[in-house]
Nanobody, 124 residues
Framework: QVQLVESGGGSVQAGGSLLLTCATS?????????MAWFRQAPGKEREAVVA????????IYADSMEGRFSITADFVKNEVYLRLNSLLPEDTALYYC?????????????????WGQGTQVTVS
């Protein structure tokens, strides 16, 4: 069974930064699993932030996310990270880590088989 556990959320002021961590029970090689971050704010649909790797190894970002947010990974520790910079109150949401077998094919939530429980980010 694949397990994903998010951490690193918290409350920050606008303009601040956070580093979210997704600890996984699998070796997160780009040749094994697509890893992704999603978020969901109250009353809104779940939306993608970023996923990697695509077939060529690069990440794919949602249109509004690239620039302020970035994804990295440590395959020795089996951890995936999401760096959130220049945070805005609109970024307040529950942030989820997700995974799917194979390379990343899309940012659709339905493509992802495994999900963490989420970590709360609150920006004021």
């Amino acid at each position: 069974q694949v397990q994903l556990v998010e951490s690193g959320g918290g409350s920050v002021q606008a303009g601040g930064s956070l580093l979210l961590t997704c600890a996984t029970s699998v070796y997160t090689s780009p040749y094994t699993y697509c890893m992704a971050w999603f978020r969901q704010a109250p009353g809104k649909e779940r939306e993608a932030v970023v996923a990697m790797p695509t077939r060529d190894g690069s990440p794919i970002y949602a249109d509004s996310m690239e620039g302020r947010f970035s994804i990295t990974a440590d395959f020795v520790k089996n951890e995936v990270y999401l760096r959130l910079n220049s945070l805005l109150p609109e970024d307040t949401a529950l942030y989820y880590c997700a995974a799917n077998l194979g390379h990343c094919r899309s940012l659709s939530p339905s493509e992802y088989t495994y999900w963490g429980q989420g970590t709360q980010v609150t920006v004021s």
